[in-house]
T-cell receptor, first 113, second 109 residues
Framework: DVKVTQSSRYLVKRTGEKVFLECVQDMDHENMFWYRQDPGLGLRLIYF???????EKGDIPEGYSVSREKKERFSLILESASTNQTSMYLC????????????FGPGTRLTVT | KNEVEQSPQNLTAQEGEFITINCSYS?????LHWLQQHPGGGIVSLFMLSSGKKKHGRLIATINIQEKHSSLHITASHPRDSAVYICAGFNFGNEKLTFGTGTRLTIIP
């Protein structure tokens, strides 16, 4: 079974703090994704990576950056957290064969106060 | 207008009822992914389909390419089926996965 894990299930941070969300997958997948999920909006792609040290902007990259130093690990960074970044963050991974097949982690609910 | 539209947004039913959740999608999308999200957040893949019908236990997913419509059915629904069900359409042209806003299903014992 594919396993995608995220570093925290719940996180509370203050405005202006630097926030790191980590995602690890154990299936040797090339592709990894970061989404945020907000009520009424569905999942929206923030960034994705198709290889180590490679990254591509998704639909809403503003205010975020990412890092992929190892194949199994993809980090989402909020350089200076703001209240409008309060959301559920979901990581996913998939093989290089298709961007269509993605396996999701349990999610991190981030609250910025 | 979202490329993927789900209905209904919320659905409450009695245990044992037959459930249908609908997903309509726009031109360019040629494959559908049905996902389940339980309270707490984790998302599980149920089906991926680009034609016909797939069945797994009490879950059935169908897709009609001509009508650009997919349905997820649950037979003999049970309270443990209570979750948010999300459809996501994949556009092979731009390799983009677009998510619907989800259907919150509640099954009452």
């Amino acid at each position: 079974d594919v396993k995608v894990t995220q570093s925290s299930r719940y996180l509370v941070k203050r405005t202006g703090e630097k926030v790191f969300l980590e995602c690890v997958q154990d299936m040797d997948h090339e592709n990894m994704f970061w989404y945020r999920q907000d009520p009424g909006l569905g999942l929206r792609l923030i960034y994705f990576s198709y290889d180590v040290k490679m990254k591509e902007k998704g639909d809403i990259p503003e205010g975020y950056s990412v890092s992929r130093e190892k194949k199994e690990r993809f980090s989402l960074i909020l350089e200076s957290a703001s209240t409008n970044q309060t959301s559920m963050y979901l990581c996913a991974s998939g093989s290089s064969g298709s961007l269509y097949e993605q396996y999701f982690g349990p999610g991190t609910r981030l609250t910025v106060t | 207008k979202n490329e993927v539209e789900q209905s209904p947004q919320n659905l409450t039913a009695q245990e044992g009822e037959f459930i249908t959740i609908n997903c309509s999608y726009s031109v360019g999308i040629s494959a559908l992914h049905w996902l389940q999200q339980h309270p707490g957040g984790g998302i599980v893949s149920l089906f991926m389909l680009s034609s016909g019908k797939k069945k797994h236990g009490r879950l059935i997913a169908t897709i009609n390419i001509q009508e650009k419509h997919s349905s997820l059915h649950i037979t003999a629904s049970h309270p443990r089926d209570s979750a948010v069900y999300i459809c996501a359409g994949f556009n092979f042209g731009n390799e983009k996965l677009t998510f619907g806003t989800g259907t919150r299903l509640t099954i009452i014992p």
